[in-house]
């Protein structure tokens, strides 16, 4: 305790004495002792005030133009803030640090460079957005020697942790294990690209399905679907001897499902969720549509984030299924009722009924009657067209009918009609018959 006292007691007065110096102009100094201070909180594990004091002295090698120096302190800055899992900061770190040792304008520095952008990469791929990294490394293609990115270690970690989860290949994490007692980077920095192995394996092994059973669908219903995500490979972590990593926490943080424009969403999984870490395996994401239009449709991709540990997060998605809404189908029925008793010789009224018993509107209905020798049609038309009949429409009129012999006699009808997709359906036939009295 006491020699920790004493190397607080120095840390303080080495500190004191860069912010003098610094108010003094004098910058070599003032980073000198801001470096010194740094080294001896990093010891006492200050990692916040060790921070602020490499963040200091960079500042103050940039302002005399030693940019590798300054460089090396932002690095050291990244180091601290990555114990607080602070990986935006310390992206920041690496990227400055990167772009202070492209002033100095030193070929024989680009390897540190390369490194930087690597680490920076890391951070943000272990935050979920490793298409934001890939646009970050592209920006460094042109200012450093092309074949770095061929042959620098930390670039050859970012290209395979990405080639794995682009192409969704575990074979890249094998080939970087195989090699990982080549990585020879601080505690720190080993430590993140262990993390962002982690990240990525789990990526792989978590997947999302859809479970569709049908793809097709009236209009106007309610869709059920239950995609499942599926954790149950983790349990493969333990048989790693470089990742033996122990899951605490893994949480659905974001959820989002794209649908064509003719559903809409009744109801979803809550988020945040938590997924069963004790027993992994397949757990529900219900959802619910409502199917609206009749035409082509999608439901899909879903996609998620997931947070690892309350600090790490990996995106997943899942396949997009195609499925068709329809229109309920239409039903169109006919009777013929007599009005009085039919007499042979005579003329009668005959009511004709035309009724869409269904859910399904009917267009363009066209009737038609065909009358045998021993009946004939006095007034009306054998033909008849209707606009449309809603569901559960009816519609009627009169014709006169004349017989010409006793018993059953049957009229020929048909009917034809368009349903709400357009579709011709028919002619359907029947024969009515009607009952003539002496």
């Known amino acids: 305790m006491v020699s920790d006292e004493k190397l607080l007691k120095k840390a303080k007065l080495t500190l004191n004495k860069a912010e003098i110096l610094l108010d003094k102009s004098a910058h070599k100094k003032s980073a000198s ?16 005030i060790a921070e602020q004091c490499y963040f200091y002295s960079s500042k103050n090698y940039t302002r005399i133009g030693k940019y590798y120096q300054a460089a090396l302190m932002q690095r050291n800055a990244a180091n601290n803030t990555l114990r607080d899992n602070n990986y935006q900061k310390a992206r920041d770190y690496f990227d400055v640090g990167a772009k202070s040792v492209l002033k100095a304008k030193v070929s024989r520095l680009d390897e540190f460079v390369a490194e930087n952008i690597g680490f920076a990469f890391l951070c943000y791929f272990v935050q979920g957005r490793y298409q934001d990294g890939i646009s970050y490394v592209k920006r460094f293609k042109t200012r450093i020697d092309p074949d770095l990115f061929n042959s620098n270690l930390m670039l050859i970690i970012a290209q395979h942790v990405t080639n794995a989860v682009v192409n969704e290949e575990e074979l890249f994490i094998d080939k970087l294990l195989d090699q990982y007692s080549l990585f020879k980077f601080t505690e720190m920095e080993n430590l993140i690209i262990k993390d962002a192995l982690i990240v990525a394996l789990a990526s792989l092994m978590v997947r999302v399905e859809m479970n569709f059973t049908e793809t097709e669908f009236q ?3 309610i869709i059920e679907v239950t995609p499942e995500i599926d954790t149950g490979r983790l349990t493969e972590f333990k048989s790693y001897d470089i990742l033996p990593h122990k899951f605490s926490e893994l949480k659905i943080t974001d959820l989002r499902i794209k649908m064509g424009d003719n ?11 938590s997924l069963n870490v004790s027993k992994f395996g397949k757990e529900p994401l219900p959802f619910k549509f409502r199917s609206n239009i009749p035409g082509q449709s999608f439901i899909g991709p879903l996609q998620l984030s997931v947070t690892v540990d309350g600090k790490f997060n990996f995106a997943l998605e899942s396949e997009k299924v195609d499925i068709l809404i329809t229109s309920p189908d ?23 009924l035309i009724s869409n018993k269904s859910d399904g509107n009917a267009m363009e209905i066209l009737v038609e009657f065909e009358f045998p020798e021993d009946l004939k049609m ?3 038309t054998l033909a008849k067209t209707i ?44 024969d009515i018959p009607l009952t003539i009295n002496l």
Not at 33 to 43: I, P, V
Not at 263 to 273: A, V
């Open 330 to 352: 239409a039903v169109i029925g006919v009777t013929l009722t007599p009005h009085r008793t039919p007499v042979i010789n005579q003329s009668f009224p005959v009511e004709v």
């Open 219 to 221: 209009r106007e219903t």
């Open 387 to 430: 606009y449309s009949l809603s569901p559960n429409e009816d519609m009627h009129w009169q014709i006169m009918v004349k017989a010409f012999d006793v018993g059953e006699i049957p009229i020929k009808t048909s009917v034809t009609f368009k349903d709400e997709d357009g579709n011709t359906k028919g002619p359907f036939t029947a």
């Open 263 to 273: 559903l809409s969403i009744k109801d979803r999984p809550e988020i945040p969720m």
């Open 378 to 380: 006095m007034r009306g």
């Open 33 to 48: 002792h801001f470096k010194k201070a740094g080294e001896l909180f990093d010891e006492l594990q200050e990692w916040k």
